[in-house]
């Protein structure tokens, strides 16, 4: 029974339920650039390299045999420059928004500190000095 108490301490911890917050929206954010890519940022790259889709590119190392049914076999580096537009598209916008947070933590540590208020024997002390002051 032990066990299970630990597990369920270990699951219900802070820094477990933000890290599986984190994959969820990371997932719904990675068919968001995945979209971007594919449907927004890609088209005008191929209208501008000639109506090159990037998807299709591929080097044919074994042209396929319909008659002896063997498949085609190639690589599709066309794929991977879309990963890696994908990638640089997510790696940018996390360091967007990294910063923006950067920048508000910058923000509130620069925010000078309201004075703490005098100690009973400093309110004391003061007295004592401007009773003083006025007797001169």
């Excluded at 997932?27 to 927004?40: M, P, R, Y």
């Excluded at 620069?110 to 006025?134: F, G, H, N």
């Amino acid at each position: 029974m032990g066990f299970l108490k630990e597990f369920k301490e270990f699951a219900m911890r802070g820094s477990v339920v933000d890290l599986a917050v984190g994959v969820v929206i990371g997932a719904a954010f990675g068919k968001i650039v995945t979209s971007l890519v594919d449907d927004i940022i890609m088209p005008p790259i191929g209208y501008v390299t000639g109506g090159i889709d990037f998807s299709q590119l591929k080097y044919v190392l074994k042209a396929a045999d319909e008659a002896g049914g063997v498949a085609e076999v190639a690589i599709t580096y066309g794929n991977f420059i879309n990963v890696v537009i994908q990638f640089l598209i997510v790696s940018f916008c996390i360091f967007l928004v990294i910063k923006g947070i950067n920048s508000l933590k910058r923000k509130e540590e620069a925010a000078p500190a309201a004075p703490p208020a005098p100690s009973k024997e400093e309110v004391l002390l003061t007295e004592i000095r401007d009773a003083l002051r006025a007797k001169q």
